[in-house]
């Protein structure tokens, strides 16, 4: 006689009054008692652009391109016939463009009101979200206006940030999400968008965002990292704006500021390794609250999956569930027609 056959006579019928693998069994079982869903509705795409004419993959973020203005309106349509109706839209602007000011950021006639007219034009439905942040503007690669002595100045940035709200408004922008992290910034362009007649746009705040490396892809598809132009002291890292990784309260704090100012939606970012922010704003907060699956998250599922490390399906699914589990009911994700194209 066998171990095996030894073994299954020896197993006894456990009286159990809950096994909980009965719940899990079959397919239409699993189905029926799933507690977290995904849904194309909740997602939004963010896409590159840039004013050449060409579509151009991007190296740091592959299955990722910075489109021609012709090339971006025909992949919303895409996304919109498969159910992805959000979208955000980050410029590349060229280097002759770009100031110690980020003027550009509030030129009318400019790469992002283009962007927001056409896909406005072609896909009305299709609800248009903008960035607000000098970044790509700003010769020096941050979020604000760099002082000579290197600091980066809260209250002139906070103007020229309300100047490129106004200006995404005037183009058609539905929402306007400040990334830029200044203090005070929701609030002054909530004033000065009802001051101009905008009451119905909307502001998506990054309340928490976290000077994380997981951006490193994003700032190579923007060429944007902080970078030295002249003699001024340049910080390398956003330390001085964004939040330390290591902060819950912190967050916290800014959720109340930007309610009192009047955000209408608070994000989170990046999304994966900040799972527990998540659950704490949703906990705190009656706003719906967003999370950004960043560039790095994106690119490391990707590398791994282009390895044949992981199962690229699999592994975004779970991630995506896990941001929706976590508390998100919006998810900002590269993935997001791929998504929508599995759900089908
Ligand atoms: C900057 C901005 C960044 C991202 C969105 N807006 C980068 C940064 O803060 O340096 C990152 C998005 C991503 O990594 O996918 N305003």
Same mark, same amino acid.
């Given at each position: 006689?066998?171990?095996?056959?030894?073994?299954?006579?020896?197993?006894?019928?456990?009286?159990? #009054?809950?096994?909980?693998?009965?719940?899990?069994?079959?397919?239409?079982?699993?189905?029926?008692?799933?507690?977290?869903?995904?849904?194309?509705?909740?997602?939004?795409?963010?896409?590159?652009?840039?004013?050449?004419?060409?579509?151009?993959?991007?190296?740091?973020?592959?299955?990722?391109?910075?489109?021609?203005?012709?090339?971006?309106?025909?992949?919303?349509?895409?996304?919109?016939?498969?159910?992805?109706?959000? /979208?955000?839209?980050?410029?590349?602007?060229?280097?002759?463009?770009?100031?110690?000011?980020?003027?550009?950021?509030?030129? =009318?006639?400019?790469?992002?009101?283009?962007?927001?007219?056409?896909?406005?034009? !072609?896909?009305?439905?299709?609800?248009?979200? +903008?960035?607000?942040?000098?970044?790509?503007?700003?010769?020096?690669?941050?979020?604000?206006?760099?002082?000579?002595?290197?600091?980066?100045?809260? *209250?002139? +940035?906070?103007?020229?940030?309300?100047?490129? %709200?106004?200006?995404?408004?005037?183009? =058609?922008?539905?929402?306007?999400?400040?990334?830029?992290?200044?203090?005070?910034?929701?609030?002054?362009?909530?004033?000065?968008?009802?001051?101009?007649?905008?009451? *119905?746009?909307?502001?998506?705040?990054?309340?928490?965002?976290? %000077?994380?490396?997981?951006?490193? #892809?994003?700032?190579?598809?923007? *060429?944007?990292?902080?970078? !030295?132009?002249?003699?001024?002291?340049?910080?390398?890292?956003?330390? +001085?704006?964004?939040? *330390?990784?290591?902060?819950?309260?912190?967050?916290?704090?800014? @959720?109340?500021?930007?309610?009192?100012?009047? %955000?209408? $939606? /608070?994000?989170?970012?990046?999304?994966?390794?900040?799972?527990? $922010?998540?659950?704490? @704003?949703?906990?705190? +907060?009656?706003?719906?609250?967003?999370?950004?699956? /960043?560039? =790095?998250?994106?690119?490391? $599922?990707?590398? %791994?999956?282009?390895?044949?490390?992981?199962?690229?399906?699999?592994?975004?699914?779970?991630?995506?569930? =896990?941001?929706?589990?976590?508390?998100?009911?919006?998810? @900002?994700?590269?993935?997001?027609?791929?998504?929508?194209?599995?759900?089908?």
């Amino acid at each position: 006689m066998s171990d095996d056959a030894d073994f299954e006579e020896l197993a006894p019928t456990l009286e159990l #009054p809950s096994r909980p693998r009965r719940n899990r069994r079959t397919p239409a079982l699993r189905n029926m008692v799933r507690e977290t869903r995904l849904d194309p509705a909740q997602l939004v795409y963010p896409l590159f652009v840039h004013s050449d004419a060409e579509d151009t993959p991007i190296s740091s973020m592959p299955g990722q391109t910075r489109w021609s203005l012709k090339g971006l309106v025909k992949e919303v349509k895409r996304a919109a016939k498969l159910g992805i109706d959000k /979208v955000v839209v980050f410029p590349k602007i060229d280097d002759k463009l770009k100031n110690e000011t980020g003027t550009e950021a509030a030129n =009318g006639k400019g790469l992002i009101p283009e962007v927001i007219r056409r896909i406005k034009a !072609a896909c009305p439905d299709t609800c248009v979200i +903008t960035d607000i942040a000098l970044d790509p503007y700003n010769i020096d690669g941050h979020d604000g206006i760099v002082s000579d002595e290197g600091v980066i100045l809260n *209250d002139e +940035t906070i103007a020229m940030l309300c100047e490129q %709200a106004i200006t995404h408004a005037q183009a =058609g922008a539905d929402i306007v999400a400040p990334s830029d992290m200044m203090d005070g910034r929701v609030g002054a362009i909530r004033q000065v968008l009802d001051d101009v007649g905008f009451t *119905d746009v909307s502001i998506m705040s990054y309340t928490a965002k976290y %000077a994380s490396a997981f951006y490193g #892809p994003f700032r190579g598809a923007l *060429d944007s990292a902080p970078k !030295a132009s002249g003699s001024k002291p340049i910080p390398k890292d956003k330390q +001085t704006y964004q939040m *330390d990784p290591a902060n819950v309260r912190e967050a916290l704090r800014e @959720l109340e500021l930007d309610e009192s100012e009047g %955000a209408d $939606i /608070v994000l989170v970012k990046p999304a994966g390794p900040y799972l527990d $922010i998540i659950r704490t @704003l949703r906990d705190a +907060t009656h706003l719906p609250v967003a999370a950004y699956q /960043v560039s =790095g998250e994106y690119l490391m $599922i990707k590398s %791994a999956a282009k390895a044949g490390w992981l199962e690229e399906r699999a592994a975004v699914m779970e991630t995506l569930i =896990g941001i929706r589990r976590a508390g998100a009911d919006i998810i @900002l994700t590269y993935f997001a027609p791929q998504v929508a194209e599995w759900l089908e």
